[in-house]
């Protein structure tokens, strides 16, 4: 089969798996008829949810919404360059905390996350956050798992598998800080790798290999200069244990649950899915979400369902009291890298996510040409108050860092004392998303047309063999020429030298000049500090043991 033609189908699988699953997410059987009018799920069909938590609103949501798990999905994407290089600074302070004011279905730990980020002292590697007794360290649900899949489409030969899996950790660290939540981003991205590289889903033999590539997530996250200098000490710090060792107390705990399934595996008979589920405990409202289970039974699941990618989604959505959109999205993401043909039921936003799909494809291929344009992030700040992402300019509506919208639906009015509106509206690159914002929209007339928010044609783009690992926090630019140097490149040749004066000098004065910024001199000159610490600390010991 066709990358592409793969590709393209794990998108709208896993997109359509959760539209199916998030209207009989946290459901009974009684409350799955009230919503969608049904006893058992078999397309995509309007349906009727409250909206905005306990204080919101009910409104009918179209066929085929999809939930929070595609939309931070397609966030992922948009922070993916040409290059293939994760901006994990532009998914952090731009993406996280614009989503709060469109999520939907979206759980605590995210949410909380992304609220903390709009703190200007905040980042991906200190958001340890600790809220109404969600704390960071503790986080260990399935937000990072089912958004992972694009960081899978976009990876090429030519990079190794450790720079894959740093970018997962990366991407799961900005928002949980238990090892179940990361090992479970691990173990899925693990098993979607391969099954776009070997047109299969993975086989319990498989499952072992992945779990022995799954023991270096340690010392990946030790090998890594922004991992293990900002943000490895303070988690240290706050758990009181070794990242390592908690990281092996997961893995045995996964290799129990992985016992625990093979019984029903071994039967393939997708009717035994809902007894495998139970058996895993993942319908007890206190472990359901957690990130490995949750990896664990869209796996499993994808091994039951024999390639029908269709009775896999319903499967997931039909069990109720499981967490149905997300094991639905990521078995989607399994199951549909491996069959030609789409979902033929409504989707919302297929257009664009297939346009995400093919951008993922090409950035694989090292074919890419096109960025999402991001503002400057040292000059970006996130607003505070989630009802004034929309504003009025002189040129029409504008949805904060995405640019123009236009209205796309109904309004939907919330009485109060400060009045709110919901409504559909379209980006300007063709998503939907249902904001809730002021009545009326504020009017701010310094607003520009829209400076970011849009695809940016990138000529002349390095191959993937050519490509450079950028700096944290860099938004697309039009060529390498334009880049300020880079702190990694920069590491590099201090420790080429052996950490000679000279040269550590010589590469704070190329990144000072290359940019003005002082944050990024700042975290250099930490860097160079600690991983010269550790240099010498590492030549006592060999010197102790001669």
Partial sequence: MERLTAIKNSALWAAYGDAVGFMS??????????????NNLSETIAWRKRVGGRFGIDMELPAGCYSDDTQLRLA???SIDVRGFFDVEAFTKVELPLWLSYALGAGRASRYAASNLTKREITWANNFFEKRGVGYVDAGGNGAAMRIQPHVWSFTKERELESLLRDIIRDAVSTHGHPRGILGAVFHGLCLLHTRDNEVVPSLDDWSAVLKQMKHVGSIVANDDQLSYRW?????????????????VVIKEIEAD???????????????YRDMVSALDALNPNSRGSGVKTALLASGLALLCRGNVEDAVLASANTLGSDTD???????????????????????????????????FQISQGKADRSFVYPDLLRWHPPTIQLDTLKMGPYGLIF????????DGPEYHQKGKSPKTWRWYRLSFNQSILIRHRKPVIQDRTLPKSSTGYYRVVEAEPQPSQRKQLPLGMPPTTSEADLPFAIDDAFEEVKRSGFSAEVIGR????????????DRAVAFAAIVSKARQERQKRQVRSNNTK
Avoid at 25 to 38: D, F, M, N, P, T
Avoid at 232 to 248: I, M, N, V
Avoid at 508 to 517: A, C, G, Q, R, W
Wanted: net charge negative; hydrophobic share 40%.
């Fill in 25 to 38: 997410e946290l459901a009974s059987e009684s409350e799955l008829k009230r919503r969608a009018g049904v």
């Fill in 76 to 78: 992922v994407c948009r």
């Fill in 507 to 518: 590469m704070l004065l190329k990144i000072t000049d290359s940019d003005d910024n002082v």
């Fill in 232 to 248: 490895l000490p303070e988690w240290e710090k706050q758990t009181g244990k070794r990242f390592d060792d908690a990281c092996s």
């Fill in 400 to 407: 904060s860092a995405f640019g123009k919208v236009v209205p």
């Fill in 258 to 272: 992985i016992a625990k399934m093979e019984p029903y595996l071994l039967k393939g008979d997708i009717g035994q």
């Fill in 326 to 360: 997300t094991i639905g999205t990521m078995v989607g993401a399994l199951v549909g890298a491996t069959v030609q043909d789409e979902p033929k039921g409504t989707l919302a936003d297929r257009e664009y996510i297939i346009e995400e799909a093919k951008r993922m």
